[in-house]
């Protein structure tokens, strides 16, 4: 199939929407709740962003009936905080995506900065 093609049926509006709508979420995770980087770098640097997000995004199937995983046990074993910050069944299927996204921002943010101080101590 020529590239051109592949590219024609590529939907760029609807991904730098929904790059727009993650970025949103990302912010008000800072600015309203307070998750800034300083935080997530003290709290929650063993996965727990990342634990968070897979949460968010595993189908409603497995969030209902806790199919089994053989890391981390059923589906409500990733959750990995308190349960009175679980909201995730407020939300609609999107919007949980979207949040799941902004989670994993935010670990890659925090990855990105421990590399940095790696990388900093190397040279």
């Known amino acids: 199939m020529p590239r051109k093609t592949l590219l024609s049926d590529f939907d760029r509006g609807t991904m730098e929407d929904v790059l727009a709508m993650v970025a949103r979420e990302r912010l008000r995770q800072v600015e309203v ?56 069944e407020k939300h609609n299927r999107f919007r949980q995506l979207e949040i799941a996204c902004a989670l994993l921002i935010a670990e890659l943010e925090r990855e990105h900065r421990k590399r940095g101080l790696e990388l900093a101590r190397e040279g």
């Open 33 to 88: 709740e307070g998750f800034t980087a300083a935080h997530d770098d003290q709290v929650n640097a063993n996965g727990e962003l990342a634990r968070a997000a897979a949460a968010y995004a595993v189908p409603d199937i497995v969030q209902h009936f806790g199919c089994r995983d053989d890391d981390y046990g059923t589906q409500d074993e990733l959750w990995p905080w308190d349960d009175a910050w679980d909201k995730r």
